[in-house]
Each structure stands twice: as C-alpha cells, then as structure tokens.
C-alpha cells in the first residue's frame, strides 16, 4: 500500500530538530532507520502528517568510550554495531543481539536507538540493554535528560520519551572482568521477530559467586521485562547447573506472554525456561574466559 500523504522535514541539527518537533505537536514522527515507521506508515497503521528526518544531522553515528561507558549515537545503525571491534571488546552481548535481528538489508538502515524508541516488545534490544542496565539520553526542549531503561517502557509501544523528545545516546557501562553475557532467541525463520528471546549478563565475584546479575525478557509480555526475581535469586549464588535449572524456572514464571500466531502462552513460557538456561550457561563460560 501507498502511504497517506505527509509534510516532510530534514533538520540539519539537534535544536532545529527539536524545534520543529515542538512546533509540530504530538503527531509529528521522528524518522531514523525507517525500519519499523515506514512498513507502519505503507499498511496505514500509522498516518503521520509531519515527518521529521533525522538522518541529516551530523556527528550522531558514533561508538564510543567514555569514562568506562560506551555510548551509542542515535544513528548509529545495527551493521555499525555488528562490525564494531570496540563493541565486541568491551560489550560482546550487543553483537549476540544485533546479528539476530531482521536481515543484513533491513540492518544496514535500523538504528539501535530506534529499536528502542519504538517501544515494541518483540525488539530484541530491550531486554539486552535491560539486563546492562543501559541509560539512555533524550534532548528536548528542556534541554538533556536521562532516563533509566528500566523506566523506559511503562507500557504496549509507548516510551518514556516526550513527543518533541529525540534519543540522542544509549550509555552503558562497561563489564568489569570477570563478566559475560548473552542474548538467545528463538524465531521461526531467519529475519523474524522472537518468539521468545533472552538476554543474561553476569559479573562473577573471584569467590567464583554471581555478583550481579542482569535478565531481560523479548516479546513475552505488552513491555520488554526486566525479570527482577531471577535476578534477585541468581545474586550470591554459584551459577551450577542445578542453580541455572532452577533461575530459568523462575524466569519462565516472571513471562507473561499471550497465546498467538507464534505460539500457546505455554509454549513461550517453556521457551524461556530453555533459552534462560542457555543464556546463563554461555554467560557464565564467557564470564570465566570460555565460549
Ligand atoms: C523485515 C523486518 C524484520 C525485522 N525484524 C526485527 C527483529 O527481528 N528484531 C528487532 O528488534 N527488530 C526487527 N525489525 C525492526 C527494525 O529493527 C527497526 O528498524 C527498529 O525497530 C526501529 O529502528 P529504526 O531506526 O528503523 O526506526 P524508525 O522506523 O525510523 O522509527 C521507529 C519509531 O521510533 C521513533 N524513533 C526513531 N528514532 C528515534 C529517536 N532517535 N528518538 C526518538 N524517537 C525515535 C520513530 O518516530 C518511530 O515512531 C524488523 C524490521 C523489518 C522491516
């Protein structure tokens, strides 16, 4: 299908950016990688009058590292991230994530701070930034902001982001030694949405015991979930295979997924119990040097 027809503006910096979004008002989009807003816009699930192309501005696709943090630019896109020896270094879990969303075509042009702007559950990098404890900076008229991702998604496809608010940077701090993550999903043919997807990143103590532990969940409930009991119960722990067994358990009971074309709530929540196991068992071999 064709799009409705719509104002199209290209600002050349932040500030003409956000002022255009304050003049424009709520229904004015933000227009990134174009990956999520423009099939939306072809199937009329979304009509907006004004679009605000952000990909003119320069000085926004950097990967860098500051003060222990690596920071991603707002058009930073999933191939940037995918080829990044600074990312696989410092972050290998991005990389697990990124090389498992959509195709190399649709990655070429998705930004990761668009994944996340979109506010959809069966992204994969929410639940991945989610287990980092990523901050994420938004520029708005007000000047700059941060905001926890934890607070980031409080419900189906909305954000915390005001709507003359663009995100500029997703900072995370960087592992310190002795950590390892991963991001598991499982989709039923290449190039498509989880079905269920889990991201685990853990930091070992030198007693060999879980100092910190961080679960994001994909598209098992109407928001990313940050599953807040397994994290809780994997904290002191010495990650066995039986202390594995029994946190992918309490993960699988921390989903709430809806029974759909890709598959029974039921299903779904084994999924997690499954992938979680996984995740945990590779995230605590890349913890200790392996995998
Ligand atoms: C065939 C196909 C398969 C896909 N499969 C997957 C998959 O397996 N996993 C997955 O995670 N994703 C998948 N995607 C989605 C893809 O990764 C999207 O591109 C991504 O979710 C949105 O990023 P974008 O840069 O394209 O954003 P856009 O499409 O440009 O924007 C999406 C939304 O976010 C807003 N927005 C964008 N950037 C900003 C910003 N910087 N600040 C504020 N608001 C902003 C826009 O206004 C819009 O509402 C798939 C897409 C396609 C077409």
Do not use: W
Not at 124 to 141: C, E, I, N, Q
Request: net charge neutral.
């Amino acid at each position: 299908m064709i799009p409705r027809s719509f104002e199209y503006s290209a600002p050349a910096t932040l500030d003409e950016a956000v002022s255009l979004l304050q003049k424009l008002g709520p229904d004015a989009k933000i227009l990134s990688g174009g990956q999520s807003l423009i099939p939306m816009m072809k199937l009329r699930l979304a009509s907006p009058p004004h679009i605000v192309d952000i990909n003119g501005i320069q000085g926004l696709d950097y990967i860098s590292e500051v003060d222990g943090a690596l920071r991603i630019g707002a058009l930073v896109r999933e191939s940037d991230l995918e080829r990044s020896a600074l990312v696989k270094s410092r972050c290998p879990i991005l990389i697990d994530t990124t090389s498992v969303i959509a195709d190399p075509l649709v990655r070429n042009q998705a930004t990761v701070c668009g994944n996340l702007a979109h506010g959809d559950p069966a992204n994969d990098h929410p639940a991945t930034m989610l287990a980092l404890g990523a901050m994420l900076v938004a520029v708005g008229p007000k000047g700059q902001r941060e905001i926890s991702i934890e607070d980031f998604f409080p419900g189906l496809f909305t954000t915390a982001l005001e709507p003359d608010e663009i995100l500029k940077e997703i900072r995370i701090t960087i592992p310190p030694p002795s950590s390892g993550g991963a991001y598991l999903k499982l989709e039923r043919k290449v190039g498509d949405y989880a079905t269920a997807g889990v991201a685990v990143q853990i930091t070992l103590h030198s007693s060999g015991a879980c100092q910190r532990a961080g679960v994001g969940l994909t598209n098992v409930g109407f928001t990313p979930l940050k599953a807040r009991q397994t994290e809780a119960f994997l904290q002191g722990k010495i990650l066995d295979d039986a202390t594995i067994k029994q946190a992918a358990t309490i993960a699988a009971g921390e989903s709430q997924p809806v029974d759909d074309i890709r598959g029974s709530a039921e299903y779904k929540r084994d999924l997690v119990r499954v992938l979680g196991a996984r995740a945990l068992k590779l995230a605590v071999a890349r913890a200790k040097g392996g995998a």
